[in-house]
Nanobody, 123 residues
Framework: QVQLVESGGGSVQAGGSLRLSCAAS?????MGWFRQAPGKEREGVAA????????YADSVKGRFTISKDNAKNTLFFLQMNSLKPEDTAMYYC???????????????????WGQGTQVTVSS
């Protein structure tokens, strides 16, 4: 069982930055960040494989950066710059314990989820 705990959410004005962290009790294949805004479906934001390969949603490319602590391999981050009001959502980290067939943005491919951390961007 992998336990995930997110932190780092908060409120910021448009153009500002936040850094989300996810502490995992174990990590295998892939770690992803997802978000869900009120009234919308949850969507993939970014993902990083154990080998370091990263993927991003088009809406955040060039603004968000996903990374991991290679020394510990159990800490993951999402650096969010140039935040926009449309980035407002609950952000979740998730882990694929092993490759599960789906695309990186397919939430069904992930085995474990955190409880989420709220990000609010005001204009």
């Amino acid at each position: 069982q992998v336990q995930l705990v997110e932190s780092g959410g908060g409120s910021v004005q448009a153009g500002g930055s936040l850094r989300l962290s996810c502490a995992a009790s174990g990590y295998r294949y892939c770690m992803g960040w997802f978000r869900q805004a009120p009234g919308k479906e949850r969507e993939g934001v970014a993902a990083i494989l154990s080998a370091g390969t990263t993927s991003y949603a088009d809406s955040v490319k060039g603004r968000f950066t996903i990374s991991k602590d290679n020394a510990k391999n159990t800490l993951f981050f999402l650096q969010m710059n140039s935040l926009k009001p449309e980035d407002t959502a609950m952000y979740y980290c998730a882990v694929q314990e092993f490759r599960n067939g789906g695309a990186w943005y397919d939430e069904l491919a992930y085995h474990y989820w955190g409880q989420g951390t709220q990000v609010t961007v005001s204009s």
